[in-house]
């Protein structure tokens, strides 16, 4: 375990264990169509890889890069999108893949623009969910583990950029955060 985690919250084993069980969902609910998978960058590129490539249903691809963080761990509540999509969202069923819904604001941002943009239908997948932070009312359709007021990284979460490519989930020590 990295030396600045105080624990493991998923380890390799758990994390495949929950991208297999989303990609079974998303298989069951997408039968027969080719819905288009966003992963919401850069938090969810670890878990939209596996997902994808755990999923039977043809899928396409595309990125959407969103900060709402600077570098601090708490969010300012304003996502910015830092980079768009590549392809039009038109008529398309689409299922945003993300890392966490903590206060939900990202959330909302990209389902107004997607729906606004004339999407057919808008599904969220979600590694984690923090409930106890929400601001706005909303959840993800499916989201694979619930945790506390935690902060937490690895497997493509970060804190100010760094820890994304632990291929573990864990709970960062508060004094690497808190000086
Ligand atoms: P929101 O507050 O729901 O808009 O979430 C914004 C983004 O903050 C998430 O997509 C994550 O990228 C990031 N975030 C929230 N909680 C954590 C955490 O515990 N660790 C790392 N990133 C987090
Ligand atoms: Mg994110």
Redesign the pocket.
Known sequence: MHKDLESIVLDKDQIAAKVADAAAWLDKKFAGTTPLAIS?L???VMFFCDLVRAMETPVQIDFMT?S?YGTGSKSTGVPKIVMDLAASVEGRDVVLV???VDSGN?LVRMRDLIMGRGAKSFTVVSLFDKPSRRVVDVKADYSCFEIGDEFIVGYGLDYAQQYRTLPYVGILKRSVYEK
Request: hydrophobic share 30%; aromatic share 0%.
């Open positions: 919401v850069k938090g969810s969103v709402s993300e890392d966490i990202t």
